[in-house]
């Protein structure tokens, strides 16, 4: 019997890394070689006042997709090729007999995409940049996540998720929704999470 869907998070899942942190090194690398100071000196103050504790993870991903929303000529592609190295194998992705891959992150979809689009995912549910301002909805992230996959299958004529692939405690509404999840080197506290609500996973490394 053919399945049907499978949802594969990013970071440190399809990744072995948080691509974020990655890209906001790679945007300082981008400014610095362009004499971009305008953009150097926002990347610092957003950084920065996230390591004060002044914003959140959350706000400092958006002012960051502030800053760069108006620059043409940023290669994400060249992005997505230097961290390539850091791409993890996932057998079960292997598998011919999805007839629905997504790419489910809280990462911008600036870079998301492109990686979607190599690895061959049916579609990206990722952080989009709100131009209207900042909400706390804006992080495709936990109970928003969860929401974007619900509604992405409902407009395709799909109600379950399959396969769960993830390594984090944030997915965990989308867990208690899969038939089966499949947890990338899970933490003790995200394991006990899902023992203690009877939800069977399996661990790859």
Known sequence: ????????????????I?????????????????????????????????????????????AILKSIDKIKDIDYSKFVDQINSKKRDIAVLNDSDFETKILATAAPSCYA?????????DVCLATQFRASGFVKEFENIKDVKKDSVINYLSSIGFSEIDILVTDHLDDFPLMKLAKRNILV???????????????Y????Q
């Open 185 to 199: 080197s899970p933490s003790t506290e995200l394991k006990s999470q899902l023992e203690q609500h009877q939800i």
């Open 18 to 62: 948080n691509t974020f942190h990655y890209f906001i090194k790679f945007l300082f690398g981008y400014s610095v070689k362009n004499f971009n100071i305008a953009l150097l000196f926002k990347i610092i103050m957003a950084a920065t006042a996230r390591l004060l504790g002044m914003t959140n993870h959350a706000q400092m991903k958006y």
């Open 113 to 121: 995409d492109i990686i979607a689009k190599r690895e061959m995912f």
């Open 201 to 204: 996973y399996e661990t790859i």
């Open 1 to 16: 019997m053919k399945k049907k869907v499978i949802v594969v998070d990013l970071d440190g899942t399809l990744y072995t």
